[in-house]
């Protein structure tokens, strides 16, 4: 694990807290996101809100949060009419609100008596080629027959370089849904020699295989060959998945495992909604956090459909402690 992921977890007590959905509380905050850039679509129309979101997380006891990235990229804002620098500058900005929201978070924790939080992390979000696509092919890892894995490091290329260079903490590749593109990612950030550690989180929807059907111990030979690689986990998978998903890693990597998954609902990548299924809310999310942790992960948190309130549940179930309610007191005895 990277020094300073290592520390982390050690200050919050052998397990640290992740964020949860980064778009769906974008969402509950009034952001339009059924766009072709997603949530990214607000870095140009509502940047206050993404630092909302983010001040949101922190106060639920995240100890890391990931930016607005995720389906941010350069030829998609290309073909919004920006130029070049333009979206070079959003994507720097999108690491640029998350920093100062921490920072200012971690300023206002510090006047209190006894802080309760932990100084967190910023890690710059990169979704996959299939999050670009936004034709639901993040959850099917099929990228047709003239994708290659030269194609997919030109397309990372630049924006790893972008978002690397503005100085997050780390850097998290997310809902990656298949072998060529782990194995395009782990070479490119040793092409680039990039010096921010990072993670790379695999989807799953049948918590046996990665979306494309292809074995998770395939994927993590390839990640666990890599230096540059300080985490590896899934994220945005079915909650009833994750407990034999971390017993599955463990034999399979000595790597820090981060586990983040969605509510349970099912993504319609045509129709561009959630569909109901089997829904964990915060109650679920704190027995279930606990069974992760001493399954072996090492960090835990949520994706799409789950909020602040499932991550307060989280970061209760693992620190022993209401965050939100000491928080309260804290500022009441101030
Ligand atoms: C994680 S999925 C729900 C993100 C949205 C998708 N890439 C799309 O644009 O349709
Ligand atoms: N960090 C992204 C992941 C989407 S799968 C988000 O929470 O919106
Ligand atoms: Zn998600």
Same mark, same amino acid.
């Given at each position: 694990?990277?020094?300073?992921?290592?520390?982390?977890? !050690?200050?919050?007590?052998?397990?640290?807290?992740?964020?949860?959905?980064?778009?769906?509380?974008?969402?509950?905050?009034?952001?339009?996101?059924?766009?072709?850039?997603?949530?990214?679509?607000?870095?140009? +129309?509502?940047?206050?809100?993404?630092?909302?979101?983010?001040?949101?997380?922190?106060?639920?006891?995240?100890?890391?949060?990931?930016?607005?990235?995720?389906?941010?990229?350069?030829?998609?804002?290309?073909?919004?009419?920006?130029?070049?620098?333009?979206?070079?500058?959003?994507?720097? +900005?999108?690491?640029?609100?998350?920093?100062?929201?921490?920072?200012?978070?971690?300023?206002?924790?510090?006047?209190?008596?006894?802080?309760?939080?932990?100084?967190?992390?910023?890690?710059?979000?990169?979704?996959?080629?299939?999050?670009?696509?936004?034709?639901?092919?993040?959850?099917?890892?099929?990228?047709?027959?003239?994708?290659?894995?030269?194609?997919?490091?030109?397309?990372?290329?630049?924006?790893?370089?972008?978002?690397?260079?503005?100085?997050?903490?780390?850097?998290?590749?997310?809902?990656?849904?298949?072998?060529?593109?782990?194995?395009?990612?782990?070479?490119?950030?040793?092409?680039?020699?990039?010096?921010?550690?990072?993670?790379?989180?695999?989807?799953?929807?049948?918590?046996?295989?990665?979306?494309?059907?292809?074995?998770?111990?395939?994927?993590?030979?390839?990640?666990?060959?890599?230096?540059?690689?300080?985490?590896?986990?899934?994220?945005?998978?079915?909650?009833?998945?994750?407990?034999?998903?971390?017993?599955?890693? !463990?034999?399979?990597?000595? !790597?820090?495992?981060?586990?983040?998954?969605?509510?349970?609902?099912?993504?319609?990548?045509?129709?561009?909604?959630?569909?109901?299924?089997?829904?964990?809310?915060?109650?679920?999310?704190?027995?279930?956090?606990?069974?992760?942790?001493?399954?072996?992960?090492?960090?835990?948190?949520?994706?799409?459909?789950?909020?602040?309130?499932?991550?307060?549940?989280?970061? !209760?179930?693992?620190?022993?402690?209401?965050?939100?309610?000491?928080?309260?007191?804290?500022?009441?005895?101030?």
């Amino acid at each position: 694990m990277a020094g300073v992921v290592e520390e982390l977890v !050690k200050k919050a007590g052998g397990c640290a807290v992740i964020d949860g959905g980064f778009a769906t509380q974008l969402e509950a905050l009034g952001a339009d996101i059924n766009d072709s850039l997603w949530s990214a679509a607000c870095l140009i +129309t509502k940047p206050h809100l993404i630092k909302e979101v983010h001040m949101q997380y922190l106060e639920a006891g995240a100890d890391v949060i990931i930016s607005s990235s995720y389906q941010a990229t350069i030829p998609g804002f290309l073909a919004r009419g920006l130029r070049q620098e333009e979206a070079e500058g959003l994507l720097r +900005t999108s690491v640029h609100l998350a920093l100062e929201a921490r920072d200012e978070f971690w300023k206002s924790t510090l006047t209190k008596p006894k802080p309760i939080y932990n100084r967190a992390l910023v890690a710059a979000s990169i979704g996959s080629y299939g999050a670009f696509l936004a034709d639901g092919s993040e959850y099917s890892g099929s990228y047709g027959d003239n994708i290659m894995a030269e194609k997919l490091k030109d397309f990372h290329r630049r924006r790893l370089q972008v978002l690397a260079s503005a100085g997050p903490d780390l850097i998290a590749f997310e809902a990656i849904p298949n072998k060529m593109e782990a194995q395009a990612l782990v070479e490119l950030l040793e092409e680039e020699d990039i010096q921010v550690p990072s993670w790379i989180c695999f989807s799953s929807v049948d918590g046996k295989h990665l979306c494309s059907g292809e074995s998770f111990g395939d994927c993590l030979q390839i990640l666990n060959a890599s230096e540059k690689v300080a985490i590896v986990g899934v994220n945005c998978t079915p909650p009833q998945f994750i407990e034999g998903i971390i017993r599955e890693f !463990k034999k399979q990597t000595g !790597k820090a495992i981060a586990v983040y998954p969605n509510s349970g609902e099912v993504w319609d990548g045509r129709a561009k909604r959630w569909l109901p299924a089997e829904c964990f809310g915060r109650k679920s999310f704190d027995v279930m956090a606990r069974r992760w942790q001493e399954a072996g992960a090492s960090l835990i948190g949520g994706c799409c459909r789950t909020t602040p309130s499932t991550i307060r549940a989280v970061s !209760k179930a693992l620190k022993g402690r209401d965050r939100a309610l000491i928080s309260l007191e804290s500022s009441e005895s101030v």
